[in-house]
């Protein structure tokens, strides 16, 4: 037996997939450890795709369950479309971020534990029983458990700097991410690069953070209890070039190359609410774009100031949550009978009310479609995942530029704040987008400007202020067909609702044909997806294709009005699922459109759903 | 600096009629709100098409249908941040704000306040008649207490508002008020309050014939015109009742003085001087029920002008510093962002 303490060499294992959950205090960099190492394993070449789960305090007492952080990340060598069902590892930094995250780890998974979290006060402040501590108990005997005292190696590091203890347990979390780098084979270079552009005028935050990231991978070399490193190999992805986005930089990005196409400035209207306030932050650093950004007073003036842009001849853009664009439904009937552009994001958040403001859910599809007073049909659309948020907007601007309307895209939190990589376009191969300007008149006698005569696609023509000879009154108010003057006529007012009705209608004859995302033309089941759902049905539709089931799966990006397809392919199967993190809002609109008989899966937790549970459902179905 | 630009040939103020009729009932002051605008229009001749009036809900907001100029007859309250964002994007037009004692201090109290503070360039004319004329006669923000109207028969239990108190409160860079009984006064402030850079806040007190008859009688009739209203002019003493009273002040305290009766000499008389922010926050603060006695004057005209930067031209020079540092915003540099890898 060897007497000589050297490190044993380290057997490295292949691994497709892997999914980790970082869990901690909310004060613990939870969220800069999961962002880090996702972005190094997506630079390295894996599909990526995460959950950042925040609690809804800024600062919830620390060590309680209230207080927990969590990020989870999925990473692999094959395609990933969700951040994970289950956990093959669960990093916790104390014992309340265990006790509300051991539910998420699969039998047999790896527990790295902070065993200075576990100490009497804090196994308390989590609801452990006295005298038990889960560490040392037996209780998680099913799994791989590793007790590290990250605390104590991390001062350690750190001895002999100035720092003052405080100061140095902040750097803990680089302690687990250099770790954690040292566990999957991967470099330390991309995190490096970072922390010296963060603590570029703070080289002494700089070097310890820079120690305690070498020591946690240098712990991983040569201490005793780790034995095997695993690989994940760079996933066969198409060709081209890569970066990583989340939902709400997609939305971002999205607006301000849809402004340029479309030869528009930019402005956006914004009052700070959880999970949109990010586009915000996102655009507020463009301005070099010559993005407007305006922080209101209050969410009606957040949308009435883009109102405004848009009628000065900008695109006027707002975004919010629910409550937020429950306080913007009238000025959003006003953009519908002005007829002016205007795009309005709703990344969703659980309702009603306040709600769980940072948890997600579908439930404003019924606020999107019907939440107007009188007849008032704004086109709604919905993105499916944060890359698929660029080119949501991006269409949203397009609909409401080209035909003169409101735009709702509706995004929720889970996708707002997740990331994956994005092979993202070229300018140059971004669709045109040409606003419908009217022709200014140059002379007195030159042929009166009729502001609503519209174009056969029922479109109005956009003259902005400042346009020769094109001087017009629009209001809120009912208005006269073509001359736009005030009008009480019965016969003009009904007239003049089915010709708004139709224009946003005929919007549908734009979209490309329906495509099925995968499955057969013609079978058993058709699921029917919408919104953040996507991965999750795709993964759990995939599995049941290769089971030889027949199923196939449909992906609504138009929920207002429907891809005109929609009607002939729910004809083409016996069953119909449609899973939804609300009660069965979608289900409704089509069973009430297409008389079908639509069979729901709804979860209402503020939680996305797992495959597992649509496979299951989708099965449930098949068997009855 | 004047928003509107001098053209030639100056048109007649005809030119900037609507042709549609104009249905206010008759005998409403808003009439001759309306033609006094037009005037003023046409004094500067500005193009019909740079020229924007934006207006909420209420009697005094369908004034943009009436002129040929461009117009939105928007939502309840909400013209202030409608025109914030129209301003943001439009620096060079000459832009105009109607709104009521409703529209703006109830319903659009909050869309107000927040643009006075920030200085959006553009002129409010607020038509204060201390009712709800529209809804048929109920009592406003404005309407004194014990206002005794459709929806207070036993009497108003609510305070009112100070309108330009509270717009003194908020920072606002230009404070007038006028009132459609005096058109001449009237055209010189619309005047003043155009030529101002910034919000110009102009309280017009207005006459509704139909559900709040007389409301500023004392202010306007001949007979008690004088003793209850001061007109002051920058420069000059606060002066009323003809010449024979004025308004000295007394510590921070504003008194009445017969001049007639010696108690005090012109030049011991409260000099108006419309850039002192502090005096001006005790100008707004003459506000007394004329029908009390020992009521001091209200007073008229502009009250304080602050020639603080406006919102837009800060907003503007930010992006024009982003594209300094940063230059031009590059869409594929965008797209691209900072870490990018290539799988080939």
């Known amino acids: 037996m060897d007497t000589i303490p050297t490190p044993r060499p380290k057997v ?27 972005d190094t394993n997506a630079l390295f070449g894996n599909d990526v795709s995460t959950f950042p789960n925040y609690p809804a305090e800024i600062r919830a007492p620390q060590g309680t369950l209230a207080g927990v952080s969590g990020y989870q990340l999925h990473f692999g060598s094959v395609d990933v479309f969700t951040p994970g069902d289950v ?12 006790r509300s995250n051991l539910a998420k780890l699969k039998h047999g998974g790896t527990i790295i534990a902070n065993s200075d979290g576990f100490d009497p006060k804090n196994l308390r402040l989590a609801g452990y029983p006295d005298e038990e501590n889960p560490l040392t108990d037996g209780s998680l005997d099913n799994y791989v458990l590793h007790t590290v005292d990250i605390t104590k190696l991390t001062r350690l590091a750190l001895e002999g700097t100035s720092l003052g203890m405080k100061e140095k347990d902040r750097s803990k979390n680089m302690f687990v991410l250099g770790f954690i780098n040292w566990m999957y084979s991967r470099s330390l270079e991309r995190t490096k690069k970072f922390l010296e552009a963060k603590f570029k005028n703070k080289p002494e935050l700089l070097e310890a953070n820079l120690k305690v990231l070498q020591a946690g991978y240098n712990y991983g070399d040569t201490s005793e209890t780790f034995t095997t490193r695993y690989e994940v190999k760079p996933a066969p992805m198409p060709k081209g070039n890569y970066r990583n986005i989340t939902g709400n930089q997609g939305i971002a990005i999205g607006l301000i190359a849809a402004a340029q196409k479309a030869g528009l400035e930019l402005f956006y209207g914004s009052y700070p609410i959880t999970p949109a306030s990010d586009i915000l932050h ?3 650093r463009n301005k070099h774009f010559g993005v407007k950004t305006f922080q209101a007073e209050d969410e009606i003036a957040a949308i009435c100031s883009a109102i405004g ?3 000065g001849g900008a695109l006027g853009a707002t975004a919010s949550s629910g409550p937020g664009i429950a306080l913007k ?13 205007l795009v309005v994001v709703n990344v969703q958040r659980g309702g009603p009310s306040t709600g769980l403001p940072t948890k997600t859910e579908q439930a404003d599809l019924w606020q999107a479609i019907f939440g107007r007073n009188g007849e008032a049909p704004i086109p709604v659309i919905a993105a499916s995942s944060p890359t698929d948020c660029f080119e949501m907007v991006y269409e949203a601007v397009k609909l409401a530029v080209e035909h003169m309307t409101p735009v709702i895209l509706l995004s929720d939190g889970y996708i707002a704040n997740g990331a994956e990589p994005w092979r993202f376009p070229e300018a140059k191969d971004l669709r045109p987008i040409t606003p419908p300007y009217a022709k200014p008149r140059e002379t007195e006698d030159a042929e009166a400007f009729m502001p609503y005569a519209r174009d056969e696609r029922g479109v109005r023509p956009w003259a902005v202020p400042g346009m020769k000879g094109l001087q017009h009154r629009i209001g809120g108010i009912e208005k006269e067909d073509k001359t736009g003057n005030i009008s009480y006529d019965p016969q003009n007012h009904e007239l003049m609702v089915k010709l708004r009705a139709e224009k946003v209608q005929r919007i549908a004859d734009t979209y490309r044909p329906i495509r099925l995302d995968s499955g057969p033309g013609t079978g058993d089941l058709l699921i029917v997806g919408w919104g953040s759902t996507y991965g999750a049905i795709r993964t759990a539709a995939l599995e049941l294709q290769q089971e030889g089931h027949s199923v196939a799966h ?10 005109n397809g929609l009607r002939g392919l729910l004809k083409k199967y016996d069953k119909v699922l449609v899973p939804e993190m609300n009660s069965g809002q979608l289900r409704q609109l089509m069973r009430a459109e297409y008389l079908v008989d639509a069979q729901g899966l709804n979860k209402v937790q503020g939680m996305p759903f797992t495959a597992e549970e649509i496979r299951v459902a989708a099965l449930n179905l098949l068997k009855k | 600096m004047s928003t509107l630009q001098p053209a030639a040939p100056a048109p007649k103020k005809i030119d900037y009629s609507s042709d549609q009729q104009v249905r206010w009932c008759p005998g409403c002051g808003d009439y001759s709100i309306l033609k006094q605008v037009e005037s ?30 461009f117009g939105m007859h928007s939502i309840h309250g909400r013209a202030p941040a409608i025109a914030s964002g129209m301003r943001s994007v439009q620096p060079d037009l000459s832009v105009w704000l109607i709104t009521g004692d409703g529209d703006s201090l109830s319903i659009g109290g909050n869309h107000l306040i927040h643009m006075l503070r920030r200085n959006v360039d553009l002129n409010v004319l607020l038509f204060n008649n201390e009712i709800y004329g529209l809804t048929k006669g109920q009592y406003s923000p404005t309407s004194p207490e014990g206002a005794i109207s459709k929806s207070t028969p036993m009497g108003s239990t609510d305070h009112p508002f100070n309108p330009l108190a509270l717009c003194k409160g908020a920072d606002a860079t230009f404070i007038a008020r006028g009132m459609d009984r005096d058109p001449k006064h009237l055209r010189e402030m619309l005047l003043r309050a155009d030529a101002h850079r910034g919000t110009s806040l102009l309280e017009i007190y207005q006459n509704c014939n139909v559900f709040n008859d007389g409301a500023f009688e004392i202010f306007t009739e001949k007979a008690s015109k004088a003793a209850h209203t001061v007109f002051v002019e920058h420069g000059k003493p606060l002066l009323f009742g003809n010449g024979t009273k004025g308004i000295k002040l007394d510590g921070m305290t504003p008194v009445v003085v017969d001049l007639a009766a010696g108690e005090a000499a012109a030049d011991d008389l409260w000099i108006h001087d419309e850039r002192d922010s502090f005096k001006a926050s005790i100008l707004v603060r003459l506000f007394d029920d004329p029908r009390e006695k020992d009521a001091l004057p209200r007073p008229f005209g502009v009250f304080y002008v602050n020639d603080r930067h406006t919102h837009e031209t800060k907003m503007n020079a930010q992006v024009a510093l982003a594209k300094q540092k940063k230059g031009e915003g590059d869409l594929d540099a965008l797209l691209r962002g900072e870490n990018v890898w290539t799988i080939a």
């Open chain 1, 87 to 98: 956990c093959d590892v669960l990093v916790v930094m104390n014992s309340a971020a265990l």
């Open chain 1, 554 to 563: 449909v992906h609504l990006r138009h929920m207002f009005p429907f891809n």
């Open chain 1, 309 to 311: 842009a848009s009628y």
């Open chain 1, 329 to 341: 439904g009238e000025a959003l009937g006003l953009a519908f009978m002005l007829e002016i552009p």
């Open chain 1, 12 to 38: 490295i294992e292949a691994r497709e997939k892997v999914v980790i959950l970082f869990a901690g205090d909310s004060g613990d960099g939870i969220q800069l450890t999961g962002t880090q190492f996702t």
């Open chain 2, 40 to 69: 003023v229009l046409a004094v500067h001749g500005r193009a019909k098409e740079e020229i924007v009036f934006i207006s909420g809900i209420g009697c005094s907001s369908r004034f943009p249908y009436y002129l040929d100029t």
């Open chain 1, 282 to 284: 996102e655009l507020s």
